[in-house]
């Protein structure tokens, strides 16, 4: 690339097979592991507040702590203090709030390392809040979509992943929610095996990587000494809280590298040229 053209794209300009896009993912996801985390754990904030005030999420959680060190025998467990309804309200007004920033940030600094662009936790959370709207928009018309057809799960798994690349569509086009719909539908259309075989496994990872965590973060709540069951509870919810928080970005990652290994194969994009038009870099000379 010459000189004045911008940092060096972070992909591999070419049709990449499933190996070769596994490789990719975690290449990014070490490389820039700081970065990504950090982002993750913002996002996992909504969530971690509204299971400290929850009924259901940190009495629960108490409850089976209490029992695990017991043996099974969870006897008389202190009484959980009633949850405020006004601060219960509030939690699922932030986490409803902070869907575009769930769905949108990890895929925003995935896009700017592919295209070489400086990226940092501002700038990503930045990024997400100028298509804040776009990015609601599209959350909804999906949840519109997908909880009727949820009867008939088949058809849901399919129209999904045909809609799978919409939000990196929608965050590297610059273009609405309806139109990024459309884009992902054109994209991924020929390549829907392919694509499902690719979110299948790398869901089945993460997964299987957050089970483990989350059941180490039991395991580790037990044995704390000296803590009654409540405050065990919640530092057990700071710790899966982080613990997701690492592989929270590997799903989105994914869904950004099959956007334009699609885009390459389809068009024969040119990351080095969306580069440019992104970030008004002069054409190469």
């Known amino acids: ?37 950090a982002v993750a754990l913002v996002l996992s904030v909504p969530s971690f507040l509204l299971q400290v005030v929850s009924p259901n999420g940190l009495g629960s959680l108490a409850v089976l702590l209490r029992s695990l060190s017991q043996g099974g025998n969870v006897g008389q467990l202190p009484a959980l203090p009633v949850p405020d309804p006004l601060l219960l309200g509030l939690a699922y007004l932030l986490l409803l709030a902070a869907v575009p920033f769930t769905t949108g940030a ?28 776009a990015l609601m928009g599209l959350a909804v018309l999906l949840f519109l979509v997908s909880v009727p057809l949820s009867l008939c799960f088949p058809v849901a798994i399919w129209l999904l992943v045909r809609w799978g690349v919409a939000i990196p569509a929608l965050l590297a086009e610059g273009i609405g929610p309806i139109r990024a719909l459309d884009r992902s539908w054109t994209l991924t259309r020929g390549s ?17 990587v957050s089970f483990g965590l989350g059941l180490a973060a039991v395991l580790l709540g037990v044995a704390i000494p000296f803590l009654s069951s409540v405050p065990r509870g ?12 690492v592989v ?8 950004v590298l099959l956007y334009f290994d699609l885009r390459i194969r389809r068009e024969s994009f040119d990351l080095d040229q969306m580069a440019r038009q992104t970030v008004g870099w002069p054409p190469p000379t």
Request: charged content about 15%.
């Open 192 to 208: 829907w095996w392919r694509v499902f075989g690719i979110l299948l496994l790398i869901g089945l990872l993460q997964g299987a």
């Open 1 to 37: 690339m010459s000189a004045g053209a911008g940092p060096e794209p972070l992909l591999r300009l070419r049709p990449l097979g499933l190996g070769e896009i596994l490789d990719e993912i975690f290449r990014v996801y070490r490389r820039h592991f700081g970065l990504l985390w």
């Open 248 to 255: 929270l970005p590997v799903v989105y990652l994914c869904l």
């Open 106 to 133: 990890v895929c925003r600094v995935g896009i700017d390392l592919a295209l070489g662009i400086p990226v940092s936790v501002g700038s990503a959370l930045a990024g997400v809040a100028r298509r804040y709207w």
């Open 234 to 245: 919640a530092a057990v919810a700071a710790i899966s809280t982080g613990s997701s928080a």
